[in-house]
C-alpha cells in the first residue's frame, strides 16, 4: 500500500469516527487553596462544561465525594504526573456528547452551598470524541476562607450594661474552603492567619482589633471595644500572607 492511500485511509477512517457523536468522559475537580479538594461534606462545588461558541450548556452538576487523602495532598512531595486524587475524591463526571472537537469553558462555582464565601474558577480547553479525561482529571484552584461571624449576629440587640468594662467578645468561625480545620500548630496552623475585626459608625472606623484562636478549632475571639449606645458594623477579615488566602464576614448590630 502506497504512503498515500495509506494516508487517505487514515483520515477517512477519523472522518467516519466524527461522523457521529461519542460519549467521551471528562473529571472536574475544585480544590481549596494549599487544602484539599471541596466535596460532600462542604456541599460540594457546582460545575458548568460550556460549548465556548455557541454558549450550550454540555454538562453540569456538583462534586461529591471526600475531600482525599491529607497525607498525599499536603505533606507528600509530588512529583510530575502524579495523582492528588484516588477514587473517593470529590469530582464531577462530565458525560460529554460530542461527534467534532469542541473547544469548551469549564465553570466552577465552590463552595456552592456557602454564598457569601464561594469563589467561581473558570478554565478552557479542547475536548476530543471518544478521548475521555479521567485520573485527577481537570483541578481548578479555589483561593480564600470561609468566615462566618458567630457573636454578635446579625441585627442583634445587646444591653449596654451587658458589656464588659466597655468591650464585647467577638466570635468568628473560620474554616478552609474544603471545611478542613483550622486550630494550634495543625496543618492549617491558627497562627499563619491574621484575623482582624473593624468596627464602624456611620461609614467612619471607630476601631481595630485582633481575634486569636480559642481552644476551639475554627474559633476565633476578640474584644470588641464599645462605649457609646447606637448602631454598629462590625467587619472581620482573615488573611494569610504567604498564600495570599482571605476571607471577609460583615454584621450590623444594636447597642441600646
Known sequence: ??????????????????????????????????????????????????????????????????????????????????????????????????????????????????????????????????????????????????LDIKYPSTHEVIAAKSLTHGSLRARVHLVMMCGCVINKGGIWDAEDIEVWGVLRRDGQILSEFPLEITDDDNVFEGALPLEDKGSFELLVYAFDGKTGNSGVDKVSFVIN
Open 1 to 146: 500500500m502506497s504512503v498515500f492511500k495509506a494516508i487517505i485511509l487514515v483520515i477517512l477512517s477519523f472522518t467516519a469516527q466524527l461522523s457521529f457523536s461519542q460519549t467521551t468522559k471528562m473529571i472536574v475537580r475544585a480544590k481549596a487553596k494549599d487544602a484539599k479538594f471541596i466535596g460532600t461534606g462542604i456541599g460540594g462545588a457546582y460545575v458548568i462544561v460550556r460549548n465556548n461558541t455557541t454558549g450550550e450548556i454540555l454538562a453540569q452538576g456538583y462534586t461529591t465525594g471526600t475531600s482525599g487523602d491529607t497525607e498525599v495532598i499536603m505533606n507528600t512531595p509530588i512529583a510530575r504526573k502524579t495523582r492528588l486524587a484516588d477514587d473517593n475524591t470529590a469530582k464531577f463526571e462530565a458525560q460529554l456528547d460530542i461527534r467534532e472537537p469542541v473547544f469548551v469553558d469549564v465553570e466552577v462555582i465552590a463552595p456552592f452551598n456557602r454564598k457569601a464565601a464561594s469563589v467561581k474558577a473558570t478554565t478552557q480547553l479542547w475536548v476530543i470524541p471518544g478521548k475521555d479525561i479521567l485520573g485527577d482529571g481537570i483541578i481548578l484552584d479555589i483561593p480564600g476562607y470561609i
